[in-house]
C-alpha cells in the first residue's frame, strides 16, 4: 500500500502547486473514517482508497480528483456525511464524492431493477463531472484486482459480468484501453474460468516452441522502417487471453485457426511519417484488404487516433499493426483522462461532451456496429442486442420478441404494433430475436395490443404496458354494456330519467361519474334493483324477488319447428338464448339446435337445416367457457364469487391447462340469455384475478 508521503509526493511531482496539508488531511480523514474496517482480501479498508488514489496519480489528475478518490467509500460505508465532507474540505471534492457515491447506490440495486433506465442514469452520472467516472473506473479496477479474495463465487461472478457488461465498455469509451484491457481480462478469468486457462496454457506453449517471435518480428519492422529513413520505436506484445477468445467466439474458429495474436505499435516522429510508415510496410509485406483503418484523418468518438493495418508476415502469421505519433499515443492510452489533464490547451467542456456522446451511443446507437462488436460473445448468455432499421440499438433479455422490442423503443410504438420484419422478412410477434437482429416493427392505425401477446413477452416494460392497455379497453367495453343495460334499467322505473336523475343517483352510490356506473352496471358490481333504487328511491318496494331467474324454471321454446317434434341443444357450441341459432333435422334423434357459428355445422351439410329462433320467455342455457386465471392463490374464489354474484350456477369445471404464470379452465355454467352470459364475461375480464375469458 503507498504510504502517505509517497502519495502526497507523486502528485507534488505532477503538480508543485498542489496543496499538500489538504491531501494530507484526506489521507488521514479516510483512515480514521474506515478505521477497523476491513477488505476481504484481510487487509484494512482504507487499503483500497488509497490504492484508487495512487491509481488517479498514474493520471496525473489534480489535487480535487486525488482527495475524491481517498474519500470515495466514506459516506457509502461510514458515518461520514457529505455535509461532513464539505465542511471539511470544501464545495468541490464534496460534490464530486457525492456523485461516486450516488454511482455506488446504483451500482448496489437488485439486479432487476438496474437494467437499461439505471444504466442510463448511472451513466448520466458519470458524465455530472469527468473525474467522478475517473474514480469510478479506478475503483471498479482495483475491486476487481482484489476479486479473487471474495469468497462467495455468486458475488464474484457477479462483480465480473457487471465489469465486464458495463465498466470495460465505459473505459472503451472513455479511450482508457489499459483499464479496458485489464477489467476484460480478470473478468474473463472469473466468468470463463476454464477457456481462461486453455488460452493462457496454449499461450505460453507458444512462447516455449517459437520464443522470441514478438521480438523477431518488432526488429524486423523496426529494420524495414529504418531502411527508408524513418526513425520509429517499435513494441510488440501477445495478445492477451481474452481478445484471442472473442476472436475465436466472433470468427467461430479453433485456437489454431486464430493467425492474429500479436499486435505491434510503431511510434512514429510526426503525422506525415505515420502514412509513410503504412506505406512501406504495405509494400514490404503483404497487407489484409479491408482490414485498414485511419484513425487519423477520422479519430474515434473517444478522440483515439492512429492507423490500424494487418499484414502477412512470412506469409504465414498475421500480425496486427498501429501506427501513431507519440502525441496521440499518450492521449490513446490516457483517453478522457488524458484530455482532462490537458485541459490547460484543450477546452474540458470536451471531455464532459464525449462522455454525453456516450449516453446517446448506449441510449440509441450512432455507432451501434462498433458497440456490437464487444456483444456478439457467448459472455452476454442473457441477453441480446437488435437494431432499430436506423442502426439504434437496444438491450433485451433472452426470449425477448418483437414485441419487446417494440416496447422497448417506445410504448406507443409497442402499443401499435401490427407486425414486424426481422432482418427485412416477414415474421409472427412471437418470433424469438437473435444477437444482431434488425427488427423494424410494422404499425397499425388502430391497432391495439393483444392480451394474447402476453404469452410470449418477456420484460417487464412489455408486459405491464399490454395488461394497461387491455385494461382500459375493457374498461370502456365493459361500459358500453353498462350503457345499454342502464337504459333498459331505466325503462323499468316509474319516472323519466334524465340527467339531473342520474346525477342524483350517482351522489346516492358514491359514485364519480356515469362511466363508473356504466363500468359498474356492466362489470356487475351492482344490482338492477340498487340502480333503480338509486335512481328513483322507493320505486322497488314492491319489487318482484321472482325476477331472480334461477329461481324460475328453465323454459326454452323454439321457434320454426313443427310441433311436437323433439330439440337439443348441441354440446359443441352451447347456444344460448339470444344466439343466432340453425336447427338440423336428423332422423330418429329430433332436432339438433345449434349456434350460427357453430364449427360443427360444416359435418351436418347432408341434414335439413331449419331456420329457428328462441321463443318469447326463452331462458336458461348452459353457455360453454374458458377463462385463463393468473396462478395464484384466490384467483379461482374470485372467479367463482363472479358466477355466484350474477346469479350463473357452474355446472362443470374442468382444469385443461398449466401454463406458468396462468392456469386455464373450461366450465359450463347455466345462464339466463346471451345477454346474462355477456355481462359474466365482462365481469370476469375486468377482473384482476383473469387474463382471459372467453367462450368456446
Ligand atoms: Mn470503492
Same mark, same amino acid.
Given at each position: 500500500?503507498?504510504?502517505?508521503?509517497?502519495?502526497?509526493?507523486?502528485?507534488?511531482?505532477?503538480?508543485?502547486?498542489?496543496?499538500?496539508?489538504?491531501?494530507?488531511?484526506?489521507?488521514?480523514?479516510?483512515?480514521?473514517?474506515?478505521?477497523?474496517?476491513?477488505?476481504?482480501?484481510?487487509?484494512?479498508?482504507?487499503?483500497?482508497?488509497?490504492?484508487?488514489?495512487?491509481?488517479?496519480?498514474?493520471?496525473?489528475?489534480?489535487?480535487?480528483?486525488?482527495?475524491?478518490?481517498?474519500?470515495?467509500?466514506?459516506?457509502?460505508?461510514?458515518?461520514?456525511?457529505?455535509?461532513?465532507?464539505?465542511?471539511?474540505?470544501? #464545495?468541490?471534492?464534496?460534490?464530486?464524492?457525492?456523485?461516486?457515491?450516488?454511482?455506488?447506490?446504483?451500482? @448496489?440495486?437488485?439486479?432487476?431493477?438496474? @437494467?437499461?433506465?439505471?444504466?442510463?442514469?448511472?451513466?448520466?452520472?458519470?458524465?455530472?463531472?469527468?473525474?467522478?467516472?475517473?474514480?469510478?473506473?479506478?475503483?471498479?479496477?482495483?475491486?476487481?484486482?482484489?476479486?479473487?479474495?471474495?469468497?462467495? #463465487?455468486?458475488?464474484?461472478?457477479?462483480?465480473?459480468?457487471?465489469?465486464?457488461?458495463?465498466?470495460? #465498455?465505459?473505459?472503451?469509451?472513455?479511450?482508457?484501453?489499459?483499464?479496458?484491457?485489464?477489467?476484460?481480462?480478470?473478468?474473463?478469468?472469473?466468468?470463463?474460468?476454464?477457456?481462461?486457462?486453455?488460452?493462457?496454457?496454449?499461450?505460453?506453449?507458444?512462447?516455449?516452441?517459437?520464443?522470441?517471435?514478438? !521480438?523477431?518480428?518488432?526488429?524486423?519492422?523496426?529494420?524495414?522502417?529504418?531502411?527508408?529513413?524513418?526513425?520509429?520505436?517499435?513494441?510488440?506484445?501477445?495478445?492477451?487471453?481474452?481478445?484471442?477468445?472473442?476472436? /475465436?467466439?466472433?470468427?467461430?474458429?479453433?485456437?489454431?485457426?486464430?493467425? !492474429?495474436?500479436?499486435?505491434?505499435?510503431?511510434?512514429?516522429?510526426?503525422?506525415?511519417?505515420?502514412?509513410?510508415?503504412?506505406?512501406?510496410?504495405?509494400?514490404?509485406? $503483404?497487407?489484409?484488404?479491408?482490414?485498414?483503418?485511419?484513425?487519423?484523418?477520422?479519430?474515434?468518438?473517444?478522440?483515439?487516433?492512429?492507423?490500424?493495418?494487418?499484414?502477412?508476415?512470412?506469409?504465414?502469421?498475421?500480425?496486427?499493426? $498501429?501506427?501513431?505519433?507519440?502525441? /496521440?499515443?499518450?492521449?490513446?492510452?490516457?483517453?478522457?483522462? @488524458?484530455?482532462?489533464?490537458?485541459?490547460?490547451?484543450?477546452?474540458?467542456?470536451?471531455?464532459? &461532451?464525449?462522455?454525453?456522446?456516450?449516453?446517446?451511443?448506449?441510449?440509441?446507437?450512432?455507432?451501434?456496429?462498433?458497440?456490437?462488436?464487444?456483444?456478439?460473445?457467448?459472455?452476454?448468455?442473457?441477453?441480446?442486442?437488435?437494431?432499430?432499421?436506423?442502426?439504434?440499438?437496444?438491450?433485451?433479455?433472452?426470449?425477448?420478441?418483437?414485441?419487446?422490442?417494440?416496447?422497448?423503443?417506445? =410504448?406507443?410504438?409497442?402499443?401499435?404494433?401490427?407486425?414486424?420484419?426481422?432482418?427485412?422478412?416477414?415474421? #409472427?410477434?412471437?418470433? $424469438?430475436?437473435?444477437?444482431?437482429?434488425?427488427?423494424?416493427?410494422?404499425?397499425?392505425?388502430?391497432?391495439?395490443?393483444?392480451?394474447?401477446?402476453?404469452?410470449?413477452?418477456?420484460?417487464?416494460?412489455?408486459?405491464?404496458?399490454?395488461?394497461?392497455?387491455?385494461?382500459?379497453?375493457?374498461?370502456?367495453?365493459?361500459?358500453?354494456?353498462?350503457?345499454?343495460?342502464?337504459?333498459?334499467?331505466?325503462?323499468?322505473?316509474?319516472?323519466?330519467?334524465?340527467?339531473?336523475?342520474?346525477?342524483?343517483?350517482?351522489?346516492?352510490?358514491?359514485?364519480?361519474?356515469?362511466?363508473?356506473?356504466?363500468?359498474?352496471?356492466?362489470?356487475?358490481?351492482?344490482?338492477?334493483?340498487?340502480?333503480?333504487?338509486?335512481?328513483?328511491?322507493?320505486?322497488?318496494?314492491?319489487?318482484?324477488?321472482?325476477?331472480?331467474?334461477?329461481?324460475?324454471?328453465?323454459?326454452?321454446?323454439?321457434?320454426?319447428?313443427?310441433?311436437?317434434?323433439?330439440?337439443?341443444?348441441?354440446?359443441?357450441?352451447?347456444?344460448?338464448?339470444?344466439?343466432?341459432?340453425?336447427?338440423?333435422?336428423?332422423?330418429?334423434?329430433?332436432?339438433?339446435?345449434?349456434?350460427?357459428?357453430?364449427?360443427?355445422?360444416?359435418?351436418?351439410? !347432408?341434414?335439413?337445416?331449419?331456420?329457428?329462433?328462441?321463443?318469447?320467455?326463452?331462458?336458461?342455457?348452459? &353457455?360453454?367457457?374458458?377463462?385463463?386465471?393468473?396462478?395464484?392463490?384466490?384467483?379461482?374464489?374470485?372467479?367463482?364469487?363472479?358466477?355466484?354474484?350474477?346469479?350463473?350456477?357452474?355446472? =362443470?369445471?374442468?382444469?385443461?391447462?398449466?401454463?406458468?404464470?396462468?392456469?386455464?379452465?373450461?366450465? !359450463?355454467?347455466?345462464?339466463?340469455?346471451?345477454?346474462?352470459?355477456?355481462?359474466?364475461?365482462?365481469?370476469?375480464?375486468?377482473?384482476?384475478?383473469?387474463?382471459?375469458?372467453?367462450?368456446?
Amino acid at each position: 500500500m503507498l504510504r502517505q508521503y509517497e502519495l502526497v509526493e507523486r502528485v507534488l511531482e505532477y503538480d508543485p502547486d498542489a496543496d499538500e496539508a489538504a491531501l494530507n488531511r484526506a489521507y488521514v480523514y479516510t483512515v480514521q473514517k474506515h478505521g477497523s474496517q476491513k477488505r476481504a482480501s484481510g487487509d484494512p479498508y482504507f487499503s483500497h482508497p488509497v490504492e484508487v488514489a495512487g491509481l488517479m496519480t498514474d493520471l496525473q489528475l489534480d489535487q480535487e480528483t486525488i482527495m475524491t478518490a481517498l474519500l470515495h467509500d466514506t459516506v457509502e460505508d461510514t458515518l461520514a456525511t457529505i455535509e461532513d465532507i464539505e465542511a471539511n474540505f470544501g #464545495p468541490e471534492v464534496a460534490r464530486l464524492v457525492d456523485g461516486v457515491t450516488k454511482l455506488s447506490k446504483i451500482e @448496489a440495486m437488485p439486479e432487476n431493477e438496474r @437494467a437499461a433506465e439505471n444504466l442510463r442514469k448511472f451513466l448520466l452520472a458519470m458524465s455530472e463531472d469527468i473525474r467522478v467516472s475517473l474514480v469510478k473506473l479506478a475503483d471498479r479496477l482495483h475491486n476487481m484486482r482484489t476479486l479473487h479474495f471474495i469468497k462467495k #463465487p455468486e458475488k464474484r461472478q457477479r462483480i465480473a459480468r457487471e465489469t465486464m457488461d458495463i465498466y470495460a #465498455p465505459l473505459a472503451e469509451r472513455v479511450g482508457m484501453y489499459e483499464y479496458m484491457r485489464e477489467m476484460q481480462l480478470l473478468a474473463f478469468e472469473q466468468l470463463e474460468p476454464e477457456a481462461f486457462k486453455t488460452i493462457s496454457d496454449r499461450l505460453a506453449e507458444l512462447r516455449g516452441q517459437d520464443g522470441g517471435q514478438v !521480438d523477431a518480428i518488432a526488429l524486423a519492422v523496426k529494420q524495414a522502417l529504418a531502411e527508408a529513413g524513418l526513425t520509429v520505436e517499435v513494441s510488440g506484445r501477445e495478445k492477451h487471453p481474452y481478445s484471442i477468445w472473442r476472436k /475465436m467466439a466472433e470468427r467461430h474458429v479453433s485456437f489454431e485457426q486464430v493467425t !492474429d495474436i500479436m499486435a505491434f505499435r510503431v511510434i512514429c516522429e510526426d503525422e506525415a511519417d505515420c502514412y509513410r510508415a503504412m506505406g512501406i510496410l504495405h509494400t514490404t509485406w $503483404q497487407f489484409l484488404p479491408g482490414r485498414f483503418k485511419d484513425y487519423i484523418s477520422t479519430p474515434k468518438n473517444n478522440g483515439y487516433r492512429s492507423l490500424h493495418t494487418s499484414l502477412m508476415y512470412e506469409n504465414s502469421m498475421r500480425v496486427e499493426v $498501429q501506427i501513431r505519433t507519440r502525441d /496521440m499515443h499518450q492521449r490513446n492510452e490516457f483517453g478522457l483522462a @488524458a484530455h482532462w489533464a490537458y485541459k490547460q490547451e484543450d477546452s474540458a467542456d470536451g471531455a464532459v &461532451g464525449w462522455l454525453r456522446d456516450l449516453i446517446e451511443i448506449v441510449d440509441a446507437s450512432h455507432d451501434a456496429e462498433e458497440l456490437l462488436e464487444h456483444t456478439r460473445m457467448a459472455i452476454y448468455q442473457d441477453r441480446i442486442f437488435a437494431f432499430t432499421p436506423k442502426g439504434a440499438l437496444f438491450q433485451l433479455p433472452i426470449g425477448a420478441t418483437p414485441v419487446d422490442f417494440a416496447f422497448a423503443v417506445h =410504448t406507443d410504438l409497442g402499443a401499435a404494433t401490427l407486425g414486424a420484419k426481422i432482418n427485412g422478412r416477414h415474421m #409472427p410477434l412471437r418470433t $424469438q430475436l437473435n444477437n444482431g437482429d434488425v427488427v423494424d416493427i410494422i404499425k397499425g392505425q388502430n391497432a391495439e395490443p393483444e392480451l394474447s401477446w402476453l404469452g410470449f413477452v418477456v420484460t417487464g416494460k412489455a408486459r405491464a404496458a399490454i395488461r394497461r392497455a387491455v385494461r382500459l379497453k375493457e374498461h370502456a367495453e365493459v361500459a358500453e354494456i353498462g350503457r345499454k343495460l342502464f337504459d333498459e334499467i331505466a325503462d323499468r322505473v316509474p319516472a323519466k330519467i334524465g340527467k339531473k336523475a342520474i346525477q342524483g343517483a350517482l351522489d346516492r352510490l358514491e359514485m364519480g361519474d356515469e362511466e363508473d356506473l356504466m363500468f359498474a352496471i356492466g362489470a356487475a358490481k351492482i344490482e338492477d334493483r340498487e340502480v333503480m333504487e338509486a335512481l328513483v328511491p322507493g320505486c322497488t318496494a314492491n319489487f318482484d324477488e321472482d325476477a331472480d331467474w334461477t329461481k324460475r324454471e328453465r323454459a326454452i321454446s323454439i321457434r320454426g319447428l313443427t310441433p311436437g317434434v323433439g330439440f337439443q341443444l348441441a354440446t359443441c357450441c352451447h347456444p344460448v338464448p339470444g344466439d343466432r341459432i340453425v336447427g338440423l333435422r336428423k332422423p330418429h334423434e329430433g332436432v339438433e339446435v345449434h349456434a350460427i357459428d357453430c364449427l360443427e355445422l360444416a359435418n351436418g351439410v !347432408d341434414y335439413d337445416w331449419l331456420d329457428l329462433s328462441w321463443g318469447k320467455r326463452s331462458q336458461g342455457a348452459l &353457455g360453454r367457457l374458458r377463462v385463463t386465471l393468473y396462478d395464484k392463490p384466490g384467483t379461482l374464489s374470485e372467479a367463482t364469487g363472479i358466477f355466484g354474484h350474477n346469479l350463473a350456477n357452474v355446472k =362443470t369445471l374442468e382444469h385443461v391447462q398449466h401454463d406458468p404464470p396462468f392456469s386455464s379452465y373450461e366450465m !359450463d355454467l347455466e345462464v339466463q340469455d346471451l345477454a346474462h352470459l355477456t355481462r359474466i364475461l365482462s365481469a370476469l375480464r375486468a377482473s384482476d384475478a383473469v387474463a382471459q375469458a372467453e367462450r368456446i
